[in-house]
């Protein structure tokens, strides 16, 4: 348990470095996870787990001082349920889109504005591809156990969204 504490706050502090040193300018920054762990790998509509309860408070933790303006989950759940302790924390209430309506999701993070910070929550399957739409090259699967990626996403704001930094970041307890 200490170890996962010492975790989460290097991840908190490394967090702040991360959008200390955001370029300056109009630029939206992106906070994608994949939802918390689920109760049931059989059952699509499967709610999230105790684990999966206390990743989604560490996931609140670790953007306490990131100010999101945004978020969007999925019409399943378990996403509502990841991002639920996060988004109470500041006051906001996702825009929930269907799980596998990956054009949707890109069409509204595009229309974002300048300076925005969005938290995604998506799924296992949908990640690799929401990233690649992004720019994000090399990452090809999330595996089915694997709850623990946060990935940072800085874009500029131009008409068709550059990539300016991307980081592959851990939160919470490990998994493999």
Request: no cysteine; glycine share 6%; hydrophobic share 45%.
């Amino acid at each position: 348990m200490v170890s996962l504490v010492r975790r989460s706050i290097a991840l908190v502090v490394v967090v702040g470095a991360l959008i200390a040193a955001l370029p300056a300018g109009a630029v939206r920054v992106l906070y994608i996870v994949r939802h918390a762990d689920r109760l049931d790998h059989k059952d699509p509509n499967s709610p999230i787990n105790e684990k999966g309860l206390i990743r989604s408070y560490e996931l609140a933790r670790v953007l306490t001082h990131v100010k999101v303006t945004a978020a969007f989950v999925t019409d399943v759940e378990r996403t509502q349920q990841t991002a639920r302790p996060t988004l109470q924390s500041k006051g906001l209430v996702p825009a929930v889109l269907p799980r596998n309506d990956l054009d949707l999701l890109h069409q509204r993070l595009e229309g974002l504005a300048a300076d925005t910070t969005t938290l995604v929550v998506q799924h296992h399957s949908n990640v690799p591809t929401v990233l690649k739409r992004l720019g994000v090259t090399g990452v090809d699967e999330i595996l089915e156990d694997d709850y623990a990626n946060l990935f940072l996403l800085v874009l500029d704001d131009g008409p068709k969204a550059k990539l300016l930094t991307f980081q592959r970041l851990r939160y919470g307890a490990p998994t493999p």
